[in-house]
């Protein structure tokens, strides 16, 4: 096919261009049996595609499933339910090593003191501390609590929720 | 059928506070909506999901709808961006099922008559890449112009342009490759 491209013809196929145009390639597809073919090919797919695509329907309940769920499925979207299990398998494995730790006593030596009455700043309003005791032990147990919250936030929001949810909505 | 400035007042309203009135604009925009999404995930069930997380999502940005762009584009914009999300969130579910449908397509081709193009054109979408089918689908609709279908799939004129054209010749090509396949077959 040296005279014609396939985008003439199917901007011939769309009613595009010219009268002078569409002439020249209906005069080509008479004329021209590698043109006619491939007219034929792209007519195919041409009528195919305009009879798959009307719009579609969907269901009657439609309207009131959105309206029902503008205030109930908001929670956690950004994390899907794999994603989630995901994150909640790592809280799970660094709270489990960190307990392991505490358990073995790693964290015992580690307590010290931060000197604050060194630091000069004027202050006759409140008395505070000369120093503030650090003790990692605590602050690990304190993460391990709050990686727990977290987990069992996780598991409601993006695992047990949209699976009760999908199920509720499959029976109804 | 509402205006645009009377559809502003409804939205300005439903900010306000009238919740119930986003029905309207609902019942509205489903069907065009469900079709997006449909033709983006495949699946009847699921798109509804989707076009429902679609409305409810807008129903959340309303405040944020700057009223540059039409409403529908906007809300339609939303609605392909969930069904996008969505499908690749759940892109093996979708690849083992699409993988189930060319099977059941490849047997029914031999129970059906051998000229019926349209088997093969249907075999040939699957192979599009998703951009392209979702394009030149809404293309073909035509409910919307061109401008607004490419603003509807955040795409430029000019690559919709292209991705239609180019979408209808790879089916073309496919086609002919699958014809001259079952020619030899004979």
Not at chain 2, 63 to 77: D, G
């Amino acid at each position: 096919m040296e005279n014609i491209t396939d985008d003439q013809l199917l901007n011939f196929l769309d009613d595009k261009g010219s009268e002078a145009e569409r002439d020249g390639v209906r005069k080509l597809i008479s004329t021209n049996a590698e043109v006619k073919k491939r007219v034929e090919e792209l007519h195919a797919v041409h009528s195919f595609l305009q009879n798959q695509n009307k719009i579609e329907q969907p269901s009657k309940i439609f309207t009131e499933k959105v309206m029902s769920g503008l205030h109930t499925r908001q929670a956690f979207t950004f994390l899907s339910p794999r994603n989630g299990l995901l994150l909640l398998a790592g809280l799970s494995v660094a709270s489990g090593l960190a307990v392991m730790m505490v358990s073995t006593g790693s964290f015992d030596q580690w307590h010290t003191f931060f000197n604050i009455g060194q630091i000069p700043i004027k202050n006759n309003l409140l008395k505070l501390p000369t120093s503030i005791p650090f003790d990692l032990k605590l602050t690990v147990k304190i993460f391990v609590l709050i990686n727990v919250v977290i987990g069992f936030v996780l598991l409601d929001r993006t695992i047990l929720r949209p699976f009760f949810q999908r199920r509720a909505e499959r029976f109804s | 059928m509402i205006t645009t400035q009377e559809e502003y007042n409804l939205i300005d309203r439903i900010i306000a506070g009238e919740e119930a009135l986003y029905a309207t604009l609902v019942d509205k925009y489903k069907n065009y909506a469900y079709t997006i999404a449909l033709k983006v995930v495949e699946n009847r069930a699921e798109a509804e999901e989707v076009a429902q997380d679609g409305f409810i999502k807008a129903f959340h940005y309303l405040k944020k709808f700057n009223r540059e762009a039409k409403f529908s584009t906007w809300l339609y914009r939303i609605v392909f961006n969930t069904a996008i999300s969505y499908k690749r969130k759940n892109k093996q579910q979708f690849q083992s099922i699409e993988n189930s449908i060319v099977e059941y397509a490849e047997r029914a081709d031999n129970e059906i008559e051998k000229e019926d193009k349209r088997v093969f054109i249907n075999q040939a979408m699957k192979k599009l890449s998703e951009a392209d089918r979702v394009a030149v689908q809404l293309y073909y609709i035509k409910e919307y112009s061109l401008e607004e279908t490419a603003e509807i799939l955040n795409q430029n004129i000019n690559t919709l342009k292209v991705r239609v054209h180019r979408a209808r010749q790879r089916l073309a090509d496919e086609l002919k490759r699958i014809l001259q396949e079952e020619a030899l077959t004979l």
